[in-house]
């Protein structure tokens, strides 16, 4: 077949369907349909464009249609088209000079081709020695270096851009790594390009099980769909056939009730006849007597008149007691009246059959469903029937389960009642902390949305009064800071009026303490903060030394943050430390910020500035999110671990918050020291309860600050001016 004809049939995919032609600077559109720049911005609407293809919006980024995502892949088609057609008609010329010069190599890089002397120089050249140039014979068969796009190159510095930071995105040349993208991750484009390559595979094969997945289902709905239509098409015969049968039976009951009527006719006609031959043989018999005293009456013989006395006088009495017999038949035997009731209410209320649809599982849904759960505490909550156009299922009896599956992975059922109304009430005990599965489906299929992942975590709604109080033999001053270690069940404690730290393992074995009042390296001056790295060192905010001291395990100086190369300070009143990455984050509550440290002292940047107002506590998140305690704003900003801000939360709520902490799980918990209390919090910010109250009983707290959670979920607090740290266990 010849090369013209796989020339024709490739320009036929690489046509824009706009203007329909071959693709000038195609560009993506978020629904991933390609079109060429000048047409996309023909079609532009308010820095909007709706997609020809899907009528998907898509909001057009800053700086216009040129900044979509170019379609790579199509112009290297393009590219190869172009080349094949140069080829066929021997265009193929030299881009480095103006010689007729048979071509004979091409350079990737530059994207030129090349003639042998223009090929000869390439290699020789300063600025392209390293580039690999391609024998022009072999582009055929190697399709990895059909020509693409030319090497961009940088606007500030003229550099070809051959690296690309990682931490930024972005490609940057040699000149940007230095200036600005200094301690990133970057690499060769080259390298960098490999391996997304090899993400791209397994993203490749990602979604192929999801097209093979997809297809299934696709053909899985069609054929529903075609059942439903054949089902349909069932249903409604089976109606006329109902009703068809039916209307034979109405036409069968209107016959019978019009021969009910013509036999109660007849008989009320005879009945009428009898009584009008009776009648009749009276008017007659009247006639003849009538006659008779007429005759009478009109005689001039006396003689004949006497005569017919006796006739008449018998006729009279006759008639008289003819006339007393027959009394009734001066009224009809029967009434005139025959009329129809139609019975209305049997009409109208029997609904001789009903149309059903089936309860849909995909548009069934979970209400009341709660946010987290707590081991030992009861949950309730409610399934809804619903067809599948979301109208609410009015009836109880389809089969619906509700399974449980926790982190162990072992699936159990949970009781559901119908409430034969389409509502459907679930109620069950979580019996483990962590994460939990919730399966719910309706006659065998899951529901919306099923299953449900949700977090289970302590019973915290339970603690009410600690299960035991560690005071250091009543030696302890004014408890500030606390921290676990990585090992051991170890745990610190910063006493800020005695100027040293304690060290305790488990719940209240006390091990030794270190420190004394001093400017020194290994001396504190009110101590407030502390923290463990992952190597098991301690971390202390030295207040009145302006400092962060490390020191190991046993309290021997290692390092510390404050103060620049050239002795100048980076720190004033440092509160709140924590560790992550071989970074150090300090809350400083005078400049008002977190100041961020290398692992050897290196300045890296501020966190929050023009944000905080005295910040105190630190912490740092699963999720790398950056939770810091606002004392005078009185809540809890969020930041990455770069310096945006995020979000906060607590507001209305805290009083001067010193300290946070939080669990495996992911609540936070907040000494809100102005209120003299402890508050639990979900991770996204919602409060699930609090504990603690003013006073200096072992039930109270009084200026609370430092909280810690340990391993095994216990929760210590630092109940500072009552001089101790109370222990509350949580189920």
Not at 290 to 318: F, Y
Not at 449 to 467: A, C, E, F, M
């Amino acid at each position: 077949m010849s090369s013209s004809f796989h020339i024709k049939k490739t320009a036929e995919h690489l046509s824009c369907p706009v203007c329909r032609q071959l693709f000038k600077n195609p560009k993506f559109l978020p629904c991933y349909h390609s079109y060429c720049e000048g047409c996309l911005e023909k079609i532009m609407e308010r820095s909007k464009i709706t997609c020809p293809e899907c009528r998907q919006e898509a909001i057009v980024p800053t700086g216009g249609v040129k900044n979509f995502q170019s379609n790579f892949f199509v112009n290297r088609m393009m590219d190869e088209l172009i080349f094949n057609c140069k080829e066929d008609s021997g265009e193929v010329q030299c881009d480095s000079c103006d010689e007729a010069d048979p071509v004979v190599s091409y350079c990737p890089d530059c994207n030129y081709f090349l003639c042998q002397v223009c090929n000869n120089y390439h290699k020789c050249d300063k600025l392209s020695r390293g580039h690999g140039t391609v024998p022009l014979n072999n582009l055929k068969s190697d399709h990895e270096n059909i020509p693409r796009v030319k090497m961009l190159r940088c606007r500030e510095h003229d550099n070809e851009m051959i690296f690309y930071c990682e931490t930024c995105e972005e490609l940057v040349c040699s000149s940007c790594t230095m200036k600005y993208h200094s301690g990133h991750e970057h690499d060769t484009i080259k390298r960098m390009a490999n391996e997304f390559k090899r993400t791209i595979k397994e993203n490749t094969s990602v979604i192929d099980m999801m097209i093979t997945a997809y297809t299934d289902a696709h053909k899985s709905i069609k054929t529903v769909k075609e059942q439903v239509k054949r089902q349909g098409k069932d249903v409604s015969k089976r109606i006329d056939a109902y009703y068809d049968g039916l209307f034979e039976r109405l036409m069968e009951q209107r016959q019978q009730l019009i021969q009910e009527v013509h036999s109660a006719i007849d008989i009320k006609e005879k009945a009428l006849t009898i009584q009008l031959d009776e009648v009749g043989c009276i008017l007659a018999q009247l006639t003849h007597i009538k006659e008779a005293n007429e005759s009478a009456k009109g005689s001039i013989n006396h003689q004949e008149i006497l005569l017919a006395k006796k006739q008449i006088d018998e006729g009279m009495k006759q008639l008289a007691d003819d006339h007393k017999k027959l009394n009734t038949h001066m009224q009809p035997v029967e009434v005139d009246t025959v009329q129809f009731f139609p019975n209305h209410d049997k009409l109208s209320f029997p609904q001789f059959g009903e149309v059903f649809l089936h309860v849909d599982p995909l548009h069934s849904t979970v209400l009341d469903f709660p946010q987290y759960m707590f081991k030992g505490v009861k949950v309730d909550f409610r399934i809804s029937a619903r067809y599948s156009n979301g109208h609410h299922y009015p009836r109880g009896g389809n089969r619906v389960t509700v399974a449980l599956q926790y982190s162990k992975g072992e699936i159990t059922t949970t009781t559901v009642r119908d409430c034969n109304d389409g509502n459907y009430e679930v109620s069950f005990v979580p019996q483990e902390v962590g994460n939990l599965k919730v399966f719910a489906s309706i006659d065998g299929q899951p529901i919306k949305d099923s299953p449900y992942h949700i977090l289970v975590g302590r019973n915290y709604p339970s603690i009410k009064q600690p299960t035991n109080i560690v005071n250091y033999h009543g030696r302890m001053g004014k408890p500030w800071g606390i921290a676990f270690g990585p090992k051991n069940g170890v745990w610190a404690v910063v006493d800020q009026s005695n100027h040293c730290v304690y060290v305790f393992q488990h719940e209240d074995y006390f091990l030794w303490k270190f420190g004394n009042k001093g400017p020194n390296v290994g001396q504190l001056n009110n101590p407030c903060g502390i923290t463990f790295d992952v190597s098991n060192f301690l971390y202390v905010a030295d207040f009145n030394n302006r400092r962060v001291q490390k020191v190991d395990i046993n309290g021997n100086y290692v390092f510390h943050y404050g103060e620049g190369a050239s002795g100048e300070r980076t720190l004033d009143s440092p509160v709140g430390v924590v560790t992550h990455d071989n970074k150090v984050y300090v809350a400083d509550s005078t400049l008002n910020c977190i100041v961020k440290f290398t692992n050897n002292g290196g300045f890296c940047q501020t966190i929050g500035k023009g944000l905080l107002c005295n910040p105190n506590g630190v912490i740092i998140t699963k999720q790398n999110h950056l939770l810091v305690a606002d004392c005078d704003h009185g809540c809890i900003f969020s930041f990455t671990l770069d310096g945006h801000c995020i979000g906060k939360f607590g507001e209305n709520k805290l009083s001067g918050p010193r300290s946070l902490t939080v669990d495996e799980d992911g609540f936070v918990f907040i000494t809100d020291t102005g209120n003299h209390r402890v508050i639990v919090y979900s991770k996204d910010g919602c409060c699930i309860h609090q504990f603690g109250s003013k006073g200096k009983t072992n039930f109270q707290l009084l200026n609370p600050r430092g909280v810690a959670v340990s391993s095994n979920g216990n929760i210590y607090i630092c109940d500072s001016l009552n001089s101790c740290i109370k222990i509350y266990t949580c189920l």
